[in-house]
Every structure is written in structure tokens, then in C-alpha cells.
């Protein structure tokens, strides 16, 4: 697992270089809110289609790995011709090719992870904790280096850091799971199961507050006049709060099901949404950013693991694929445009509420569908105690 460990490493080191700081990048090209909410939004916009696509196409075809690295080298070429253009124009088709290579690798990966760690997929926490350490210890160094090189400097440290994820990739044993139904008969198995239906709509629900989160956060703090270290802290404390989720994943699934720990997520980002409308201070986002962990680490680590568990055999790469668009692509991408919209109306405390309510309204739901279930788990635990 070295490999794999290392892969999310660089992947999500290079990711908190550049994508946080893509919504301040248009903005500091003139660009109106609206127009962000169209550039960030068409990247979870076309992963909603693409990362099952790629995911699918592999199973197919059994090649894991050559589509892998493909996806690296068109991501680099796509992220290096951005910092040649500066119009919106000359920007959307680029930014349409970064989505379409960026969409299958974290599908491809977990799948492969979930493939070797075979019945001990709770294990799966312990090897995605290290993109987390990556996210976290980037995300402080990249602060610094932009606080005092400008915000350009981001793109050519993503651009070091993918081509060393390339050599990671070629040495990375990539694979799929054991050659199962046809791909059309196991997706309509899922879209037919009624558990992975609401499961679905959480997923959702995570990624529009997760649209909200990342491309808009940055714009908010900066309003309220903070600098780029403040900004950097926030994702490095963000991280930091991922790792004991990572770590401790198999304890909370085996104790408590997948189900009650996507409802645990889900409270945790109505209160994180509604924490960063009453902000008052740069400096009181530091300590919000702590809820990430027991928000969108919870909710990935028994994502990813629910649906290798319903996953038909040898559809792996396609039901991570399913999860990765419903979470980073239709989700984030109507997060994105109605963030957009929002902030250009009504300024960016109006999105972060909107995040809010909608976190909420999904809570309700899913507890109202799992209330029996909820209170024979926890009867059931408190009698075992």
C-alpha cells in the first residue's frame, strides 16, 4: 500500500496548491461572480458525467492503469495552457479538459484500494488519511509562497507536483475487482436499490455545500480582510481535523453502520455552514475549520466504503465513479452556479446560508426515512454497553 499512500499524497498536495485558490485566480482576472460560478461549476458539472464514464470504460476494458497515467498527462497539458489564456472565452474549453482528466482519478485509485484491501475495506481510512497529510502540509507551505510570490506562483508547484504524481503512477499496481455482470445490468441494480437512491441524495446534498465550501470561502474571507496565511491556516486546520476521522473510520463503521455516520456528517455541516455565516472575524474561521473532518472525511470514508460494499462484482471503478459524481459533480456543481448567483445578488454570506438550509433540509429527510433504524442501532448499542 506504500504506492497507493504515496499517490494521495502528491494528488491531494498538489490539489490544495491550486484549487482552493482557482475562484481568487478568475477573480483577480476581472471576472464577475457569475463567471466563477460557471468556471468552478463546469468542473463538478462535467465529473458528473465523466467519472463514471471513465469508470465504467475501465471495467470494460481492464485498463486501470493506462487510463490512469492518460488522465495525469491530459490534467498537466490542461492546467499548464490555463496560465497562457486570460479571458473567460479562451478559459471555459480549458477548463473543460481539467475536468474531464481530473474526474476518474480518485475513482480509479479508491477502487484499486478497495480491490486489494479485499474484506477489510474498513481498513480503507488508514491509506486515505495520507492525502490528507499531503492536503494539510501544502496547504501551509503553499500559504507562504503565495503571500509572497503573488497567487500565480500556485500553478507551477501544481505543475512539479503532477509530474512527479505521473512517476508515482507508473509504479502503482492499478486494478479493478474480480470480472462480474455486464455494466448496464449492475448500474440498474443500483439506480433500482432504494438504500443507494438515499444515500445518493446525501451525497448531493454533501457536495453543494462542498461547492459552496471551496470556491467561495476564500472570496468571503478576503471581504472580511483576511490575509493569505489566514487562508492557508484554514486549510491546513481543515486537514488536521481529517486525520483522526481517516484513522478511527473502521471503528465508527463497524460500530455504528455507514447510514448513522452520513447522518453524523450531515449535523456537522449544518453547523459548519451556519458557523461561517456568523463570522465576524478573519481568525474565527481557523477553529470552524476543524469541522471538516467529522463532516466530509466522515462522509467519504463510509461513502467510499458503502458503495464497494453494494457494488456489483467487477463494478467497482463504476459505483466510485457513481459516488465521485454525485458528491464532486452534479452536487458541487449546483453549489458552484448557485453560489455564483448568490454572491453576485446578495453577497457571500447568502450562499453560506443557502448551504446551510439545504444540509438541513436533507438531515431531516434522511432521518425521517432511518428513524426506526437509528433507534433500534442506538437501543441496541446502549443495551451492549
Not at 474561521?285 to 456489483?312: C, K, N, Q, R
Request: a positive charge; aromatic letters at 14%.
Amino acid at each position: 500500500m506504500r504506492s497507493a499512500k504515496a499517490f494521495y499524497f502528491v494528488f491531494f498536495a498538489a490539489g490544495a496548491c491550486l484549487i482552493p485558490f482557482l475562484a481568487l485566480y478568475y477573480h483577480d482576472l476581472g471576472l464577475t461572480g457569475r463567471q466563477i460560478g460557471l468556471l468552478t461549476g463546469i468542473v463538478p458539472l462535467i465529473t458528473m458525467v465523466g467519472a463514471a464514464a471513465w469508470g465504467a470504460f475501465a471495467d470494460a476494458t481492464g485498463r486501470h492503469h493506462l487510463l490512469l497515467l492518460t488522465a495525469i498527462g491530459g490534467l498537466w497539458l490542461a492546467i499548464a495552457a490555463m496560465t497562457q489564456v486570460s479571458t473567460f472565452a479562451q478559459l471555459i474549453p480549458l477548463v473543460c479538459l481539467y475536468a474531464v482528466f481530473i474526474a476518474p482519478l480518485v475513482p480509479l485509485i479508491d477502487n484499486s484500494v478497495m480491490a486489494r484491501l479485499g474484506e477489510q475495506r474498513q481498513e480503507y481510512g488508514r491509506v486515505r488519511v495520507w492525502g490528507s497529510y499531503g492536503w494539510g502540509i501544502a496547504a501551509l507551505i503553499i500559504g507562504v509562497i503565495i503571500q509572497h510570490q503573488g497567487l500565480l506562483a500556485a500553478f507551477p508547484t501544481y505543475l512539479v507536483l503532477m509530474i512527479i504524481l505521473f512517476f508515482v503512477g507508473v509504479r502503482l499496481p492499478v486494478r479493478g475487482g474480480h470480472t462480474g455482470e455486464p455494466v448496464r445490468h449492475g448500474l440498474r441494480r443500483l439506480f433500482t436499490n432504494r438504500q443507494w437512491l438515499l444515500f445518493t441524495i446525501v451525497a448531493l446534498v454533501e457536495g453543494m455545500t462542498l461547492g459552496i465550501f471551496l470556491n467561495y470561502l476564500f472570496l468571503y474571507l478576503e471581504a472580511l480582510g483576511a490575509s493569505n496565511m489566514v487562508m492557508g491556516l484554514s486549510l491546513t486546520f481543515a486537514t488536521l481535523s481529517e486525520i483522526p476521522v481517516f484513522l478511527y473510520a473502521r471503528r465508527l463503521l463497524a460500530r455504528w453502520g455507514a447510514p448513522f455516520v452520513l447522518m453524523l456528517s450531515l449535523a456537522g455541516t449544518v453547523i459548519r455552514a451556519f458557523a461561517y455565516v456568523f463570522m465576524t472575524a478573519p481568525w474565527q474561521v481557523l477553529p470552524i475549520s476543524l469541522l471538516h473532518g467529522p463532516t466530509f472525511a466522515a462522509m467519504w470514508a463510509a461513502g467510499v466504503a458503502y458503495a464497494d460494499e453494494i457494488a456489483p462484482p467487477g463494478l467497482g471503478a463504476t459505483a466510485q465513479g457513481l459516488f465521485n459524481s454525485a458528491v464532486l459533480g452534479l452536487g458541487a456543481a449546483v453549489g458552484s452556479f448557485t453560489g455564483g448567483y448568490l454572491y453576485d445578488g446578495r453577497g457571500a454570506v447568502a450562499a453560506f446560508q443557502w448551504a446551510g438550509w439545504a444540509a438541513l433540509a436533507a438531515l431531516l429527510l434522511f432521518l425521517g426515512a432511518n428513524w426506526g433504524v437509528f433507534a433500534r442501532q442506538w437501543t441496541s448499542r446502549s443495551y451492549a454497553d
